[in-house]
């Protein structure tokens, strides 16, 4: 089918068009399942989501303008194309119109070429009744006006079908017939493009390459300005374990500086704080044996025994607590150093002489070594108090050391009564005592567990109690290895 444009030299035919129907909003998905998605693609890291931002707001900006200018130069360029023709057109009638009209037909077939093939006949190769779309009606203005006296009538603009091989390579055939005054048509049909592409292979190529290049340039940077805020995580988490951690370098940026500045200052007031303390209650305990002392040898002179046995009692008891004290004091400012150790050796040194504790170690170790770096005294302070306590009060204890992703875990059973559930996080609580008498043979000071949980959480560990189901308590202590 062809379609065709009438132009007169007074007035060009008009068009009308209707709008287009708004199309149907198509139902999307809903927006908890939009966010659902859009969460599980999302960066978990400040990294992550200022090189996604960089990077798409790039592209973004990349490639509007690259289509913004694609399309500006591939209409200039088909307008200039249009114009090319419409002056081939104009010239070719003009020198037409000067000829004898019989001489017009063969003339005209020998001033063809294979761009554009040219014939006089007395019917227009293009009809009257189709309406041309907006490049047609261009190409049409444009040839009526090169075409300079009135020895014309009317212009024509149509497209042809295009053959297989036009398609492939798109381009198609454009028909353009011209009336002249004594009757004859000269009829033009030539190829013009239809479109051009908006980007080549070769230029996504590149830009792809540009936008891989920024990316990696902007992660590097990226990542030497996040690398304080790693520093400063990983300095809170080992503050909020151990309680001390190493002064953070105040790097970075003027942000990041003052966040590790005001880190640094915060730890020293907590460390300060926590030494004063300390110090105060060790000079307490400290200041409490002389007078017990005094007590005690006065103790020896009552005459009743029973009431001597209860004075002397409750002074052993009184120096047991003041010897606790001095020991919990001693933990939190523990200035023992830091070092790598195995803990199958330090295992098998806790258990050494003890006939009523096994030690079992997981077989996936191997012969490898489970190497944990902590202060190898307090360690085994802590980890032989919690054997003794299942010894006393299960008669027996087991120990096993197993391997996690990340972790060690030695696990301590014993087959006593173990403790009720909701005294299960109470007794790591100083002074704490599940059995209430006053006897230390059997209740202690109740600082044993709460030394235990400060010496481990020291090393980046902590310590867990739950019940047996087959009766006992067990104790789960877990390092990072």
Known sequence: MLEALSLRFRRGAGTSKKAPAAPEKADG??????????????????????????????????AMTTLY???????????????????????????????????????????????????????????????????????????????????????????????????????????????????????????????LPLASPRFLALTALSILAVFGLSVVALRRVTRPLDSLTRAAEALGRSGRTEALEETGASEVRR???????????????????MQMVAAISHDLRTPITRLRLRAEFIEDPDQREKMLRDLDEMETMIKSTLALAREDANPEARNR??????????VEGMKAVTLEIDPALGQQKALVEAQPIALKRAIGNLIENAVVYGRSARLRLTRSADAYQVIIEDEGPGIPEVELERVFRPFYRVEQSRNRESGGAGLGLAIARSVLRAQGGDIALENRKEGGLRAIITLPG
């Open 29 to 62: 998905p809903s927006r908890e399942t939009l966010a659902t998605h859009v969460r599980r693609f999302a960066p978990d890291s400040i990294l992550g989501w200022l090189a996604l931002i960089l990077v798409a707001g790039l592209a973004a900006s990349q």
């Open 259 to 277: 966040a590790a500045r005001a880190f640094n200052e915060m730890q020293t007031r907590i460390r300060h704080l926590i030494e004063d303390r």
């Open 69 to 195: 200018h694609n399309n500006e130069r591939n209409e200039a360029i088909l307008e200039v194309e249009d114009l090319r023709a419409a002056e081939r057109v104009a010239t070719f009638t003009e020198f037409l119109q000067h000829t004898s009209p019989v001489l017009r037909p063969s003339l005209a077939g020998s001033i063809s070429v294979p761009s554009m093939t040219i014939a006089a006949t007395s019917t227009a190769n293009v009809p009257d009744d189709v309406v041309p779309d907006r490049r047609l009606q261009h190409l049409g203005a444009a040839v009526s006006d090169r075409l300079h006296g009135n020895y014309w009538e009317e212009v024509r603009v149509g497209r042809a079908a295009p053959s297989p091989e036009q398609e492939k390579h798109s381009v198609v055939p454009v028909r353009v017939a011209v009336a002249l005054r004594d009757g004859t048509w000269l009829n033009f049909e030539f190829t013009v493009i239809e479109s």
């Open 341 to 350: 150790i195995d803990l199958v050796s330090l295992l098998q040194d806790c």
